[in-house]
């Protein structure tokens, strides 16, 4: 079996997340090529068997390069096992949660996908008060650091909200 994970990422969570599933296939035997989806345009997805495709979530949106991608590869994805996954912390409330498996992962598929996907993954991701960010960025990290000090959480240390043994299985169930 052969695999494709293709993400895309603004500050490096859905790039990790995408190697360690790579790592979990690899360990079934399954060959995978882990590919960033910035900057690349037409892809050969002949081979592979399983695509996997993730971003990280900023403002409730993928990253332009992964929509991309999948805008661009849809006829190729429709004889294939598709997965999906988005990287970001609205898994730290119920509430939350639902509305973003529904905006982020099932709209998604809905729009860009011919065939349902056979597995779609709301993992979490992560606020580092140490990383770069943009003018923009600043302002809207500071509503979401005020929304999660509001909650008792301490944002001068990065906020990880994604459950790694949450992350293998999932990638464990898509070869089962
Ligand atoms: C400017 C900014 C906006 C964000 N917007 C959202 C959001 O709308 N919903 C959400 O659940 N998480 C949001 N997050 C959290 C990110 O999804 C989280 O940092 C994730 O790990 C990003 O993945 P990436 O590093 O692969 O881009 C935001 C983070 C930042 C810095």
Redesign the pocket.
Known sequence: MKALIVYG???????EISQEIGNVLRKENVEVDVVDSRGLKKFDTSSYDLVVLGS?????SWTKSALKFIENHQNDLEDKKVALFV????NRDEKLLKE?QEKYLDDVADKYLTNPPVASGLFG???NPNGK?GLM?KV??KM?KKDLESKGIDTSKPYDTRDWDQIHKWAQDLIN
Do not use: H, N, P, Q
């Not at 990422?9 to 790039?15: L, Q």
């Not at 990280?56 to 409730?60: E, M, P, W």
């Not at 990287?87 to 609205?90: H, Q």
């Open positions: 990422t603004r500050y490096g969570s859905a790039a990280g979530i900023k403002v409730g990287s970001c912390i609205a973003a991701g992560v606020i960010f960025d809207i990290l979401v």
